[in-house]
């Protein structure tokens, strides 16, 4: 009797094991590891990975599911790919089957089709192609029309033009092409779609790299062909992009693949165009701000080998890449790479686990690094590379000075003072950038007869006013309802304003630079497609003299134009509840900062505080972000905290406050390992959010293989308490954000 083959499928379900299914003798010769099927579980007929064959099962074959179908004949997943997955799923003890299809887009979730989708394109036919402009002119003077789409169509040689390029640069261009295409002038070609995917021009040249620059250039460059990791710590300016341009090229006439990852989807199409610029080569942008279309096609072209540099934001990571031959990770700081909810993993510790497997080099790059990576650089586990200068040119970093506005006139959030130095550069057509990280136009409304205020029913924080529709809306869980005219506390009619946000800010610079065109950017202003890029572009070129953003605007952008840049809260971090609050307050103070004076003009910066005597911001101000880190990275090691210690995080909410801690105190009671240490349960900072309460227990351990000893035998056999089905829990291994 043949022996039956056992699939181990991981399905998308919250549960710590795979699961066996009976493979078909039809599927028998074609059925192989890291590719889709569909089986049905319980009552559900879901998409699964295999992940493995073989021949026996802790069940008799006789009992168990068949796979239903096999949706690829080939692997989806590369081998590389899933061990990193396996890899990640156990050092972040979560479910295999979350962690996989985390690793895929959406539609190869839902079980479509992974081969390239192919649109009808069209291209110069032979006789167009020998005959020369001039003639085609002749034969077409009585289509003007016709004529100048051939001129395009011949500009775009060898490539094929697609309807989806033909609709963004012509308009009525069917007609003009039929016509083109009866006459013989032009045919039509079946070609990949380029949906999310960019054609590299490289035609701007290179600029010449400065000492610094060609120096972290080369030491990465010896490294190509094995596995080492880098930390290039460059002052804002100094030409970081540059440095990764020449080494993307190096590896591009390698015929290798490199990774590219951002923070932010605002830097991905920045990001995207100048590489457009620079490299002759296609581009494959993958972050969620692409509908799901261009996503799946990006992704399958990377895939494909046929992307051969993929920029993305922190899920790229998981993206196939066959000839991977580099790994940079821009902002390496940035909590953004860092995912919060559902499989919570880290992408910058992940890019290291990768390029390890791979073999290739992973190069990270900040002007403000994290604590962690510093540490270890200075543990000789990263080769520190540093750019001091800015550019090639040398330009010096902007004058920073503290505000004290202690005791001085302020309205709407902003000093006289510093209106006065605004007008200043305004003057001299310097532009003119101020950071707020509050969006909306105040933090409440406040009656100051009875003390209401704008409290969240659903959260313990106050709804935020957005003033242009008179709406009061919750930043954590959404809510919103229209502002009251009177105090529904005790009928007073007149509601004070306290505190400012970005469009408070707005309003106010409306009214004192009636003649100067402003741009706010915010999540309230950028809501629709296309409306970031387009607000970048217009700040990019001077457009807009005066800029007004959240942290949107703090990272990696460079707006040339800027030369003053206003700090208008930076007392907000200085009193953080987390323990990284202060080190995230300084990396985004140097970064907002590195926006001013990136040209030829010297910038400034102005700091406007309550707290000039902080030790924060005078270290940061006498000794640069380095000194600081040094201070903070010592309090650290004296706490024994991380990057000094180890931590895991078990957050979960309930809807009634009693259940939280009945489930934390019965896993705490269940925990039983002397060399951690455990803290809780604690009420989350903020104790209750969307309607749900929430409760912490920390656990910290000296070395990481005790914490990760203990949460293996521990953290699957929580969701077996008895106070379990009352709560949702999750855990979070290296947390960045304790809220």
Request: glycine residues 6%.
């Amino acid at each position: 009797m043949k022996q039956a083959i056992i699939a181990q499928v991981a399905v998308p379900v919250p549960l710590y094991s795979l699961f066996d299914y009976r493979v078909p003798d039809s599927l028998a010769e074609c059925i192989q590891v890291g590719a889709r099927v569909e089986v049905m579980f319980g009552r559900k007929r879901l998409v699964g990975m295999v992940l493995g064959l073989g021949s026996d099962s802790q069940l008799p074959v006789e009992k168990l599911r068949p796979v239903e179908t096999l949706l690829d004949t080939q692997p989806l997943l590369p081998e590389d790919i899933l061990q990193l997955l396996q890899w990640a799923s156990s050092y972040y003890h979560s479910p295999l089957g979350e962690v996989v299809f985390t690793a895929m887009p959406g539609l190869l979730r839902q079980g479509q089709s992974a081969d390239l989708r192919q649109v009808t394109s069209w291209v110069l036919s032979e006789r167009a192609s020998k005959t020369t402009a001039e003639e085609v002119h002749q034969q077409l003077a009585r289509a003007p029309k016709q004529a100048a789409l051939l001129d395009y169509l011949r500009h775009q040689q060898p490539l094929a033009v697609s309807a989806d390029v033909l609709n963004r640069d012509w308009e009525s261009w069917r007609a003009p092409i039929k016509a083109l295409q009866d006459k013989g002038w032009v045919e039509t070609r079946l070609q990949n779609a380029m949906d999310g995917v960019t054609r590299g021009s490289g035609e701007r040249a290179a600029p010449q790299l400065n000492v610094q620059q060609q120096a972290a250039v080369d030491a990465v460059k010896q490294s190509l062909g094995r596995f080492d990791s880098f930390l290039l710590q460059g002052i804002t300016g100094s030409g970081k992009t540059e440095v990764y341009l020449e080494l993307i090229s190096e590896v591009l006439a390698r015929g290798q693949q490199v990774l590219v990852l951002v923070p932010e989807i605002s830097l991905t199409p920045q990001l995207t165009q100048r590489f457009a610029d620079r490299l002759d080569t296609t581009i494959a942008s993958l972050h969620s701000g692409l509908n799901d279309s261009q996503r799946h096609n990006a992704w399958l072209h990377a895939r494909r080998g046929l992307a051969r540099v993929v920029i993305g934001t922190r899920s790229a990571l998981f993206t196939p890449l066959p000839e991977l031959g580099l790994v940079i990770l821009d902002e390496e700081h940035d909590a953004s790479f860092k995912q919060q909810e559902g499989f919570r993993y880290h992408a910058r510790d992940l890019a290291l686990v990768r390029a390890r497997n791979c073999a290739v080099p992973v190069l990270m790059g900040s002007a403000t690094p994290s604590f962690e990576s510093l540490l270890n650089a200075d543990r000789g586990q990263h080769t520190k590379l540093k750019l001091t200068q800015r550019g090639a040119s040398g330009a010096r970093p902007p004058r920073v000075s503290l505000l004290d506005v202690c005791h001085r006139p302020m309205e709407d959030g902003i000093s006289d003072r510093l209106l006065k130095t605004i007008d200043e550069h305004l003057q001299q057509q310097g532009q003119v950038l101020l950071f707020l990280n509050r969006r909306g136009y105040a933090p409440l409304l406040m009656c100051h007869e009875c003390g209401w205020t704008t409290a969240c029913q659903r959260c313990d924080a106050n709804m935020t006013l957005h003033q242009h529709n008179r709406r009061l809306r919750c930043h954590h869980c959404g809510h919103e309802t229209a502002a009251p005219v009177q105090c529904p506390g005790c009928g007073h009619e007149e509601l004070y304003i306290p505190g400012a946000g970005t469009e408070r800010i707005e309003t106010r610079l409306q009214q004192v630079f009636p003649d100067v065109a402003i741009s706010r950017i915010d999540r309230d202003t950028t809501r629709r497609k296309g409306e970031l890029d387009r607000k970048l572009s217009e700040a990019r070129q001077g457009e807009a003299q005066i800029l007004i953003g959240t942290q949107m605007l703090a990272k990696g952008h460079d707006f040339p134009n800027v030369t003053l840049v206003g700090i208008l809260n930076a007392d907000q971090g200085l009193f953080s509840a987390d323990f990284r609050g202060t080190e995230h307050m300084a990396q985004l103070i140097i970064q907002v900062a590195g926006r001013a004076g990136r040209a030829e003009r010297e910038g400034e910066v102005i700091i406007q505080t309550h707290h000039p005597e902080h030790p924060l911001l005078h270290t940061l101000l006498e000794s640069g972000y380095e000194g600081f880190a040094r201070e903070a990275i010592e309090e650290r090691r004296q706490a024994e905290f991380p990057p000094y210690s180890y931590m895991a995080l078990i957050r979960c909410e309930s809807t009634q406050k009693a259940y939280g801690q009945a489930f934390l105190d019965e896993a705490r009671a269940a925990f039983d390992y002397h060399d951690v240490q455990v803290f809780g349960p604690l009420p989350a900072p903020m104790e209750r959010r969307a309607g749900r309460y929430r409760w912490q227990l920390i656990l910290l351990a000296k070395a990481r293989k005790v914490l990760h000893g203990a949460c293996r035998h521990w953290v699957p056999q929580l969701s077996k308490l008895k106070s379990a089905n009352r709560v949702r829990w999750s855990i979070d291994i290296d947390p960045q954000d304790m809220f």
